[in-house]
């Protein structure tokens, strides 16, 4: 990861978790080829290291993983990870990238949600 290539490093993006693109706003410019052009490279399973802490829950969750990669140059800017779990009737969201930021986001899959009920009665 280059921390070179981007405006500031990790940004709190709150509620908003990305499974694809990227976040251009935070992108300065290639530290090696002085270039602001991106493109997106899967990483392959073989090559991400592997979570141990979650081992009983890991067959339920969905992992999106790449590289956000210089179009010019190649030089590899940062890794982008995506995970998505359901857990207590809840949806899961978690994103942590350089350039697009640290966010978590949960939704219930119910019809109404306990947590956001709202204080207005009919």
């Not at 290291?49 to 081992?55: M, V, W, Y």
Request: hydrophobic share 25%; with cysteine.
């Amino acid at each position: 990861m280059c921390k070179h290539c981007v405006r500031t490093p990790f940004p709190d993006r709150d509620r908003m978790c990305l499974e694809s693109g990227a976040y251009m706003a935070n992108m300065s410019k290639c530290s090696n080829c002085s270039k602001n052009n991106l493109k997106v490279e899967q990483v392959p399973a073989e090559m991400l290291e592997e979570d141990s802490s979650d081992e009983d829950t890991e067959e339920e969750k969905e992992t999106v993983t790449y590289n956000h990669v210089c179009g010019d140059c190649n030089h590899i800017v940062c890794r982008h990870k995506y995970k998505f779990w359901l857990e207590d009737g809840r949806q899961e969201y978690r994103m942590d990238c350089l350039l697009c930021g640290f966010a978590e986001d949960s939704i219930s899959i119910m019809p109404t949600d306990p947590r956001k009920a709202s204080s207005m009665e009919y």
